[in-house]
């Protein structure tokens, strides 16, 4: 999509390269998804219930979203595989801390957890879906830390990312562990009134001078997905970047002006969601209704596994 002429064109992810100018810098958020989702059985029910790992605490603790969380007290104790107990030791708003009597690591979480799929997938995990539901750079010692993965990442191939160098693109990497600030939707009556919940980012020192280098000579920035172009956004600073790690609550919503990225490639995003709301802020409300209708027209894939576009101009 042409964002300025409002012209909608339809290609292949494939043809990319021919597609971008040389000299122009992609940014791709490489955080790897962990395998967050954890099932636990009640000691005192024998009932079974989802635990979703969302940030680590001190002392063995986690904050957890849990299934039939009314239910799910402060003084619950869990069995957990590898006969490991938990227990709920207090609440934060509707989400529960959970302390094992261990520590566990990526290392336990990728035998005994599941991937995190999103809920409109309605089935349980397959084995494939952990190397599915990873991008292909995230595999290469990439932070280990979302709960959910930059979708928009998950459509470039190890072939598409060489032949996109041999046609002269670029390629950064920044890292914003994806949480509960990406995937919750929107609840209030009103888009402003959205609060959005904290994630963690973190940019070194090479790739923000990339960035900076590629900005300042006016070649265009294109960010891999909204949590990328979050993560520039909240870094930015009068034509610099933050170095190191840092956490965001940033919401942009339709009238956020953009500083960093002049392109956006994202996937089709579900209805009610700040995904969407971002989307529309770096399209225009109208042009992005238009171009969803055109994808439901032509039989678009939507969401985590489905189509993407690409937002120029």
Same mark, same amino acid.
């Given at each position: 999509?042409?964002?300025?002429?409002?012209?909608?064109?339809?290609?292949?992810?494939?043809?990319?390269?021919?597609?971008?100018?040389?000299?122009?810098?992609?940014?791709?958020?490489?955080?790897?998804?962990?395998?967050?989702?954890?099932?636990?059985?009640?000691?005192?029910?024998?009932?079974?219930?989802?635990?979703?790992?969302?940030?680590?605490?001190?002392?063995?603790?986690?904050?957890?979203?849990?299934?039939?969380?009314?239910?799910?007290?402060?003084?619950?104790?869990?069995?957990?595989?590898?006969?490991?107990?938990?227990?709920?030791?207090?609440?934060?708003?509707?989400?529960?801390?959970?302390?094992?009597?261990?520590?566990?690591?990526?290392?336990?979480?990728?035998?005994?957890?599941?991937?995190?799929?999103?809920?409109?997938?309605?089935?349980?995990?397959?084995?494939?879906?952990?190397?599915?539901?990873?991008?292909?750079?995230?595999?290469?010692?990439?932070?280990?830390?979302?709960?959910?993965?930059?979708?928009?990442?998950?459509?470039?191939?190890?072939?598409?990312?060489?032949?996109?160098?041999?046609?002269?693109?670029?390629?950064?990497?920044?890292?914003?562990?994806?949480?509960?600030?990406?995937?919750?939707?929107?609840?209030?009556?009103?888009?402003?009134?959205?609060?959005?919940?904290?994630?963690?980012?973190?940019? &070194? &020192?090479?790739?923000?001078?990339?960035?900076?280098?590629?900005?300042?000579?006016?070649?265009?920035?294109?960010?891999?997905?909204?949590?990328?172009?979050?993560?520039?956004?909240?870094?930015?600073?009068?034509?610099?970047?933050?170095?190191?790690?840092?956490?965001?609550?940033?919401?942009?919503?339709?009238?956020?002006?953009?500083?960093?990225?002049?392109?956006?490639?994202?996937?089709?995003?579900?209805?009610?969601?700040?995904?969407?709301?971002?989307?529309?802020?770096?399209?225009?409300?109208?042009?992005?209704?238009?171009?969803?209708?055109?994808?439901?027209?032509?039989?678009?894939?939507?969401?985590?596994?489905?189509?993407?576009?690409?937002?120029?101009?």
């Amino acid at each position: 999509m042409d964002r300025k002429t409002q012209h909608l064109e339809h290609r292949m992810v494939c043809d990319l390269p021919s597609i971008l100018t040389e000299g122009t810098l992609m940014v791709f958020n490489n955080s790897r998804v962990r395998k967050a989702r954890l099932y636990g059985i009640s000691e005192k029910s024998g009932a079974k219930f989802e635990f979703l790992l969302l940030e680590k605490k001190p002392g063995n603790t986690w904050r957890v979203m849990v299934s039939r969380a009314r239910r799910c007290r402060t003084g619950s104790i869990y069995l957990f595989p590898d006969k490991l107990c938990g227990e709920i030791t207090g609440e934060d708003g509707e989400y529960r801390l959970l302390r094992f009597e261990r520590p566990i690591d990526d290392a336990w979480l990728d035998i005994h957890g599941h991937v995190p799929l999103p809920p409109y997938i309605k089935r349980e995990d397959l084995k494939d879906d952990a190397e599915r539901y990873q991008t292909v750079y995230a595999e290469q010692g990439s932070e280990c830390g979302s709960v959910a993965a930059p979708t928009a990442g998950l459509h470039f191939t190890e072939e598409l990312l060489a032949n996109l160098e041999k046609a002269g693109v670029e390629t950064a990497f920044i890292t914003l562990h994806v949480g509960l600030g990406t995937f919750l939707p929107i609840r209030s009556d009103t888009i402003t009134d959205h609060v959005m919940h904290e994630e963690t980012f973190s940019i &070194d &020192d090479k790739t923000a001078e990339k960035i900076e280098s590629a900005k300042a000579a006016g070649r265009k920035i294109i960010a891999v997905g909204t949590t990328s172009i979050r993560t520039l956004e909240s870094a930015w600073d009068n034509g610099k970047l933050t170095r190191g790690e840092s956490r965001t609550a940033l919401y942009i919503y339709p009238g956020y002006r953009f500083n960093a990225a002049d392109a956006l490639f994202t996937n089709f995003h579900t209805p009610e969601s700040t995904l969407l709301m971002l989307a529309a802020a770096f399209a225009g409300r109208e042009n992005i209704l238009e171009s969803y209708a055109e994808a439901i027209r032509e039989n678009y894939r939507f969401f985590s596994y489905g189509d993407a576009m690409l937002i120029a101009g």
